[in-house]
């Protein structure tokens, strides 16, 4: 084997136990062809082993596919080990242990902690509130042509089909925080998560207004765009500013 993690994802799947793996959306062949590109930080959990016509099969739980996937062994090794930028070098990871009664607002506080460094305290320009500025001051600098209808449209598939970004998993980690705040009784988690349902649905109208202009049926208007993408930066650094402030007060 080409590294011994792949002995460990094989150990795991083998006794039912689930596995991450951070992979290339690109050398994943149950992709749709139109959605595969050279992403290396695309997440997919791997639940169990089974034979199959070429050796080993995976089955592969996915957000991206609408019911449960199958993958062989040696697809999956060149997805795990594709080159190129955020290289995944075949990360995987699981639970060694799972506690008997968690300590859910120590576990939450930890959570809200490592969400709020990364969106407005990253080192990175193009990572949370930093990243989002970015973008706006690059789809600034469009002209109107096919290149700029394609890195638009690049966009809203990262945004609402395949990526982390835009409504979907805003409204993913609103539930987290309602969920949360019943859980621990923490009440501000509650009023968070309608503010962040918000902001979901301005991202939502952000790809709507895309999706009408690199299709036709509206002008094409980059500093619109880039405007709303600035709006939405600051919508989202007062967001996790206040989610980090609530964090930092909560007694646990």
């Known amino acids: 084997m080409r590294d011994p993690t792949i002995a460990q994802q094989r150990a795991c799947s083998a006794q039912g136990s689930l596995v991450g793996l951070q992979t290339s959306a690109f050398w994943l062949p149950y992709f749709p062809p139109d959605m595969r590109f050279h992403f290396n930080a695309h997440n997919s959990i791997i639940y169990g082993r089974e034979a199959g016509r070429e050796g080993d099969e995976y089955l592969v ?18 997805a795990r080990f594709a080159k190129g930028i955020l290289a995944p070098k075949g990360l995987l990871y699981y639970a060694t242990a799972t506690p008997a009664s968690p300590d859910w607002a120590k576990l939450g506080k930890r959570a809200l902690a490592r ?11 193009f990572v949370g509130v930093r990243g989002i500025r ?15 209808r394609l890195y638009i449209g690049n966009i809203v598939r990262m ?10 998993f805003r409204f993913l980690y609103a539930s987290f925080l309602q969920e949360l705040g019943e859980l621990t009784g923490y009440a501000p988690l509650g009023k968070l998560a309608t503010d962040l349902v918000e902001i979901g649905d301005r991202w939502r109208e952000f ?7 690199i299709r036709g049926r509206k002008p094409f208007d980059a500093a619109a765009l880039a405007a709303r993408l600035r709006e939405l930066a600051a919508e989202e650094k007062r967001f996790f500013s206040e989610l980090d402030a609530k964090q930092r007060a909560w007694a646990c």
């Open 159 to 168: 945004q609402e089909e395949i990526g982390t970004g835009g409504a979907g």
């Open 61 to 78: 739980s996915d957000p991206v596919g609408e019911t449960v996937v199958r993958i062989a062994r040696a697809d999956l090794e060149k």
């Open 115 to 125: 969400a709020t460094n990364a969106m407005l305290r990253t080192p990175l320009p």
């Open 134 to 148: 970015m973008l706006a001051w690059q789809v600034s600098r469009l002209a109107d042509d096919a290149h700029a």
């Open 207 to 213: 790809a709507l207004a895309a999706a009408l202009m």
